[in-house]
């Protein structure tokens, strides 16, 4: 979306919401005392709103970064005062950041292993939802739309058990369909990713070793491709390569995919139906996730007829206990912009909003920030 788009979606919000959200409810400003009008009446005592003065750098997964990069352009807007930096890196670097005390917040799409907490030195760690969006599985294959592919089909293609377009387990899923006789070319993440952890969890759950172990290489940020397949930085870098490799296959962001033009295959799902990537079908299967106590949660290979099978969560993760004062105002103040009219925003930019009742648990977490 250009900045004039941007500003024209914005304008009612900009102008009347952020403002809001720019005060801190827990913070009090400095007030100012008015004298009275006569000697009877009591001084009128006003509050002026706290300006926010802050630089907040975080680093993190990719799928969610252009909804990231569209609020945090509406927020500092209206914030002067707020610089936010997101570097993305994938993942894995951003958990690894915010461990390291490098970044003040970051995104991940996976997370926190058990053996890893205990080198997080800021101490316990929040989760809070932000968006949900499909993971694709984009291709380039010239004449050929609406491609239909199984899970155990996709496991095949990436595992490099099928290696031409016109493999009899494709053909049998598209029938009417003229599949030409060309190589495919696997592409996948170069860095640590969550996009790679989503997508290979939809593989384990679907086809993998409690479903009939067609999918072997396991589920992680990173697992052992082969060797003759291609890696991309970054859910923009697989989308590349696959735009410029004719044949080529690869999981995308929805996003991503929908603004480089990418074909995206229809996937088959847990009721059986083939199902082609939207923002409704990942709200369908975010709908009937369970949501654990901390606010984490699957809406891979979920049920339903509507429910995109591989429909992937995120979350901005930041300590409980902020030491910096200013930078703690700043970071709730962001939050609780994300959670309440920066939902508005997901769909402009191919993401789909929260589930009502998980975004007003998130709000409620906010409460819980201890902030200087």
């Known amino acids: 979306m250009n900045t004039q788009t941007r500003r024209l979606v914005l304008a009612g919000i900009v ?57 945090i352009a509406a927020f500092t807007e209206a914030n002067s005062g707020v610089t936010i930096n997101y570097a993305g890196g994938g993942s894995g670097k951003g958990r690894q950041d915010l461990a390291d005390g490098i970044v003040a917040f970051a995104g991940t799409d996976g997370t926190i292993k058990d053996a890893d907490l205990a080198g997080y030195k800021g101490g316990e760690v929040l ?14 294959l010239s004449g050929v739309d609406g491609l239909q592919l199984s899970p155990t089909t996709i496991a095949k293609i990436f595992q490099r058990q099928i290696t031409k377009w016109n493999d009899a387990a494709i053909a049998a899923e598209n029938t009417g369909v003229t599949l030409p006789d060309t190589a ?35 589920t992680d940020s990173t697992v052992q491709w082969a060797a003759d397949t291609q890696a991309g930085e970054g859910n923009a870098g697989v989308a590349q390569i696959v735009k410029s490799t004719d044949g080529a296959i690869g999981y995308v962001d929805f996003s991503d995919a929908t603004d480089g033009g990418l074909q995206m295959a229809s996937i088959e799902n847990a009721a059986g139906k083939f199902v082609a990537p939207s923002l409704e079908g990942a709200s369908a299967a975010a709908a009937g996730a369970k949501i654990a106590d901390n ?8 049920d339903g007829d509507a429910a995109y099978p591989i429909a992937a969560q995120t979350w901005i993760i930041a300590y409980k206990v902020q ?20 939902q508005t925003l997901a769909s402009t930019v191919n993401y789909a909003p929260l589930p009502a009742e998980l975004a007003t648990k998130a709000l409620a977490q906010l409460d819980t920030l201890q902030i200087g």
């Open 15 to 71: 102008s009347l919401s952020l403002v809001a959200v720019a005060c801190s409810d827990d913070k009090t400003a400095e007030t100012t005392t008015t004298p009275a009008a006569s000697s009877t009446d009591a001084p009128v005592v006003t509050e002026a709103p706290v300006k926010l003065e802050a630089t907040l750098d975080a680093s993190g997964a990719t799928f969610p970064k252009t909804y990231y990069e569209e609020a």
């Open 323 to 342: 030491t910096d004062a200013a930078k703690g105002e700043a970071l709730k103040a962001f939050l609780k912009f994300i959670l309440t009219d920066g």
């Open 127 to 140: 989760y809070f939802p932000t968006v949900v969006a499909p993971i694709t599985v984009s291709y380039n």
């Open 295 to 302: 606010l984490t949660y699957s809406a891979i290979w979920a």
């Open 184 to 218: 495919i070319t696997v592409v996948h993440r170069s860095d640590s990713s969550g996009t790679t952890g989503n997508f290979t969890k939809f593989l384990e759950k679907s086809v993998g070793k409690d479903k009939g172990a067609i999918w072997t290489l396991g």
